[in-house]
């Protein structure tokens, strides 16, 4: 189970260099880290997805450097265990669906879009134990990819939340909601979802902290008589949000 370290979910940079001596390579002279560079993020990333969470991840050299500590607080959230879950756009990591499946012992259905980060996707599963059922999306959330008459308890997201695709960080596919603050693609998927809750399921979307973006889904979710919780925490430096929306 996740460890703590003073209070606060991590791992210090010569544990992890343990772990993966290349990313000595990537150290200052004060054993500082060079997070700058895309590979040590990567090693990093491994070395806590490994040491805190067991679980052995490779990130593909072009996708979202998937942070482990924030996904397991965004899952901490919603989960209480042994739920019925479905993930919408695992990316290359299947970390989310892997959490669910590993720490909260949840019965886990999840699916990507992206050819690429799919076979990722499939490795990490298989490499960590395989209990995940993965299912590739032709474009649609979940109308048309899951069975019509499968209920779930929860179904989540880190969904793509741009308005328009940016520069370096993510691939078009990863970043790109749509709308005009990046809502569209949450709106889509909270309006499928009603189709696929059981009574008294929720819809849990990670979100950075953007405010016109989480007003936007508040919004339309009311509008479809989800009752709308954000809970806001912070992963390292950054505040993220868990939009709560309950039918
Ligand atoms: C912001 S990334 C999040 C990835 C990962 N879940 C995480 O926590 O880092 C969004 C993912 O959704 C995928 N995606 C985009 N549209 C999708 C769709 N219609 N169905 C399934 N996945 C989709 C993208 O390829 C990308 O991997």
Do not use: Q
């Amino acid at each position: 189970m996740p460890a703590w370290k003073d209070g606060k979910l991590g791992l210090p940079a010569k544990e992890a260099v343990k772990l993966f001596p290349e990313l000595n390579n990537y150290l200052d002279g004060r054993g500082r880290l060079d997070f700058s560079n895309r590979k040590a993020r990567i090693l990093y990333n491994r070395a806590i997805a490994k040491a805190i969470f067991g679980l052995e991840i490779e990130y593909h050299p072009h996708g979202l450097v998937t942070t482990p500590v924030s996904r397991y607080l965004f899952l901490k959230t919603f989960l209480r265990g042994g739920e019925k879950v479905l993930e919408i756009g695992t990316g290359h990591t299947a970390m989310m669906a892997l959490m669910a499946a590993k720490l909260f012992k949840c019965d886990v259905t999840a699916t990507e879009l992206d050819e690429e980060f799919f076979d990722y996707a499939m490795k990490n599963i298989e490499r960590n134990g395989g209990r995940v059922r993965l299912i590739k999306s032709d474009g649609g959330i979940i109308r048309g990819i899951i069975p019509e008459g499968e209920l779930f308890d929860v179904i989540f997201s880190a969904p793509p939340y741009y308005e328009r695709p940016t520069k370096g960080v993510l691939t078009e596919r990863e970043g790109v909601g749509g709308g005009e603050h990046g809502e569209a693609f949450s709106v889509r998927l909270i309006e499928e979802a009603l189709e696929y809750l059981k009574p008294r399921g929720k819809v849990a979307l990670f979100l950075p902290d953007k405010k016109p973006l989480i007003e936007a889904i508040t919004e339309k979710g009311e509008e479809l008589g989800y009752s709308v919780r954000d809970v806001r925490f912070k992963a390292g430096t950054r505040w993220r949000h868990s939009l709560i929306l309950g039918v």
